[in-house]
Antibody, heavy 119, light 107 residues
Framework: EVQLVQSGAEVKKPGESLKISCKVS????????IAWVRQMPGRGLEWMGI????????RYSPSFQGHVTFSVDKSISTAYLQWNSLKASDTATYYC????????????WGQGTLVTVSS | DIVLTQSPGTLSLSPGERATLSCRAS???????LAWYQQTSGQAPRLLIYGASRRATGIPDRFSGSGSGTDFTLTINRLEPEDFAVYYC????????FGQGTKLEIK
């Protein structure tokens, strides 16, 4: 069974750093891209970008380029989304999802990680 | 950049009725790159349709997708209580973008 299990909710202050995780199982991690999607409170879905575990190739949406970093640890089949300096506007639920090729659609999704940034 | 506009913003129907949801692109796109997702409250999105008209694994046949060019439609026949949710279209490919969503609510 394909599963993407994300780390738990986080509460942080502006300016702090954060790394959330997405651990996959049920398929070969390196063969599929990982997409990241943001959903701000009460809002729609926003595409952040994708990451390919096999060679760490990364593509960021222009709206997120320079503010977040995608990474992976193939040894534990886990993908990460990281911020070096959070802003209040980063408050959102973040989803990871699997997709077969870089220009495909996400099929399986994680349950989401709620990140709250507040002073 | 291509913009996807979904309509209506909210659709109020009763169980058993048919729902027709629209997704319009700002310029012609390949139907091979259009997907639909369902999101119920507090849950992750669920893939319903890809390639504009292909049902994902396990999706009931009351869900169907159609369209080409700039106009795409998700049709849900014989609405069940669990179908009341928010629906998003996604143009995937090199620069993916979501529509803003249509909320399907019980009338």
């Amino acid at each position: 069974e394909v599963q993407l299990v994300q780390s738990g909710a986080e509460v942080k202050k502006p300016g702090e750093s954060l790394k959330i995780s997405c651990k996959v199982s049920g398929y070969y991690f390196s063969n599929y891209w990982i997409a990241w999607v943001r959903q701000m409170p009460g809002r729609g879905l926003e595409w952040m970008g994708i990451n390919y575990p096999s060679n760490s190739e990364t593509r960021y949406s222009p709206s997120f380029q320079g503010h977040v970093t995608f990474s992976v640890d193939k040894s534990i089949s886990t993908a990460y989304l990281q911020w070096n300096s959070l802003k209040a506007s980063d408050t959102a639920t973040y989803y990871c999802a699997r997709q077969y090729v870089s220009e495909s659609y996400p099929d399986y999704w994680g349950q989401g990680t709620l990140v709250t940034v507040s002073s | 950049d291509i913009v996807l506009t979904q309509s209506p913003g909210t659709l109020s129907l009763s169980p058993g009725e048919r729902a027709t949801l629209s997704c319009r692109a700002s310029q012609s796109v390949s139907s091979s790159y259009l997907a639909w997702y369902q999101q119920t409250s507090g849950q992750a999105p669920r893939l319903l349709i890809y390639g504009a008209s292909r049902r994902a694994t396990g999706i009931p046949d009351r869900f169907s997708g159609s369209g080409s060019g700039t106009d795409f439609t998700l049709t849900i026949n014989r609405l069940e209580p669990e179908d009341f949710a928010v629906y998003y279209c996604l143009l995937y490919g090199y620069s993916p973008t979501f529509g803003q969503g249509t909320k399907l609510e019980i009338k």
